[in-house]
């Protein structure tokens, strides 16, 4: 089994900056593609970022120049750093990563959620 932790959400102002942190554990080869996701009230969950070997980094347009998604393979953990935050960043933010299991098997699995909130 596979576990993602989820760190650093929280309340922010408008203009200001977090940092949020995914951490995978349990028994696995190895991790591909690390991404967030986010999911504000009565909409659905859109990609915000991802970070994947060797294709590089992508971005949802909506956060471009302000957000940036790192990783740290060593610890199997990845970051969405988060600057000039909007009131329309507020959502729950979910990590998700795709795992390569022992035995070859590939399965996708996401984190629980971290509420950030903007406030203007």
């Known amino acids: 089994q596979v576990q993602l932790v989820e760190s650093g959400g929280g309340l922010v102002q408008a203009g200001g900056s977090l940092k949020l942190s995914c951490a995978a554990s349990g028994s696995f080869s190895s991790i591909n593609a690390m991404a967030w996701y986010r999911q504000a009230p009565g909409k659905q969950r859109e990609l915000v970022a991802v970070?994947?070997?060797?294709?590089?980094?992508n971005y949802a347009t909506s956060v471009k120049g302000r957000f940036t998604i790192s990783r740290d393979n060593a610890k199997n953990t990845w970051f969405l750093q988060m600057s000039s935050l909007k009131p329309e960043d507020s959502a729950v933010y979910y990590c998700n990563a795709e795992v390569f299991l022992f035995g070859g098997r590939v399965s996708v699995y996401w984190g629980q959620g971290t509420q950030v909130t903007v406030s203007s």
């Open positions: 970070i994947a070997s060797p294709v590089g980094t």
